[in-house]
């Protein structure tokens, strides 16, 4: 069992910059992926960044240029630096971590970004 812990999230104003961070504990396996999914009100959930352990990423186009994943392996930790905020960014975050080869995927709680304009 993995347990995935997210923080940071916020209301700020459009423009403005906020960092998310997760925090991860349990089974961890060394070769994973963590990444940043997003779910606005009425809209399916998608993914916004992954990274793989040994630091290859992937964004979705919309966040490309704003948005920039990281993580810390020694302490199984990963973030999401979001800049230039724009009111359509508004969503719940959720922190994810797949592993085993994909046959374990666990999420965190969520965390709540509005961004006003």
Do not use: H
């Not at 923080?7 to 998310?20: C, F, H, I, K, Y």
């Not at 992937?58 to 230039?84: H, P």
């Not at 959720?94 to 304009?117: E, K, L, M």
């Amino acid at each position: 069992q993995v347990q995935l812990v997210e923080s940071g999230g916020g209301l700020v104003q459009a423009g403005e910059s906020l960092t998310l961070s997760c925090a991860a504990s349990g089974t961890i396996f060394s070769n994973n992926v963590m990444g940043w999914y997003r779910q606005a009100p009425g809209k399916q959930r998608e993914l916004v960044a992954y990274i793989t352990s040994g630091g290859s990423t992937n964004y979705a186009d919309s966040v490309k240029g704003r948005f920039t994943i990281s993580r810390d392996n020694a302490k199984n930790m990963v973030f999401l630096q979001m800049n230039s905020l724009k009111p359509e960014d508004t969503a719940v975050y959720y922190c994810n971590i797949r592993q085993n080869w994909g046959t374990q995927i666990y999420w965190g709680q969520g965390t709540q970004v509005t961004v006003s304009s």
